[in-house]
């Protein structure tokens, strides 16, 4: 499975764009880029999810170069609530089992 | 569609006794997953089941065991409570086993918090 790295903390203020990138240098070939969020005591939940090039849904982007090493999450304007840690995932084929890294906590301040 | 339900969501146990956290998958989803949270640890793999049978397991001692039934409901139990197993007990829930296709998302339940005093 491709090790993931993200930054350990970004700080962002609310109508900002934030950017959160992932490194994953050893991506496999069939390997998906997948993005979760997490609020405190609560389960992850799916954000998005993407192969190459861009992919847009109502709550985010995710941008990826043509070599695949890197991903980057884009939150439009945050807000409060985007206050969660991010974890990026690439592929899950390691005996099945979904690994997550160390995760990227946000804070979004007034 | 209801999401994935997990019971109950908090619980005290001491040391030594034995404790079985349910979780109840979306409806249609035949794989269930079961996750360990710790603020040291991290979010970390337990096993997984499909159809009643264990497909994986994580690097955690035998005190941890799991089951799927035939509607695809899934207990774990822990026997022999330590304090180190205070944590977020995640269950996830997804169509087709993890591994099985490139796209496979899961969706995680809100999770047991389990203290061990």
């Known amino acids: 499975l491709a090790k993931t790295t993200q930054p350990i903390s970004m700080d962002s203020y609310e109508g900002q764009e934030v950017n959160i990138t992932c490194s994953h240098n050893?991506?496999?070939?069939?390997?998906?880029i997948t993005w979760y969020q997490q609020f405190p005591s609560q389960g992850p939940r799916f954000i998005i999810q993407?192969?190459?090039t861009k992919v847009t849904n109502e709550v985010a982007s995710l941008f990826i170069p043509a070599d695949r090493k890197s991903s980057t999450l884009s939150l439009p304007r945050v807000s409060l609530s985007d206050t969660a840690v991010y974890y990026c995932?690439?592929?899950?084929?390691?005996?099945?089992?979904?690994?997550f890294g160390q995760g990227t906590e946000l804070s979004v301040k007034p | 569609k209801a999401g994935v339900t997990q019971t109950p969501r908090y619980l005290i146990k001491t040391r030594g006794q034995q404790v079985t956290l349910s979780c109840s998958p979306i409806?249609?989803?035949?794989?269930v997953s079961w996750y360990q949270q710790t603020p040291g640890q991290g979010l970390q793999f337990l096993f997984e089941?499909?159809?009643?049978?264990?497909?994986n397991k994580g690097n955690f001692p035998g005190r941890f065991s799991g089951r799927q039934f035939s509607n695809s409901r899934s207990e774990m139990n822990v026997s022999t409570l330590e304090l180190g197993d205070s944590a977020l007990y995640l269950c996830?829930?997804?169509?087709?086993?993890?591994?099985?296709?490139?796209?496979?998302?899961?969706?995680f339940g809100p999770g047991t918090r389990l203290t061990v005093t």
């Open positions: 050893n991506i496999a070939t069939n390997d998906y």
């Open positions: 996830a829930s997804s169509l087709a086993p993890l591994g099985a296709t490139r796209q496979n998302e899961q969706y």
């Open positions: 995932l690439v592929g899950n084929l390691q005996g099945g089992k979904l690994i």
């Open positions: 089941y499909f159809s009643e049978t264990q497909r």
């Open positions: 993407g192969y190459k």
């Open positions: 409806s249609g989803h035949r794989s």
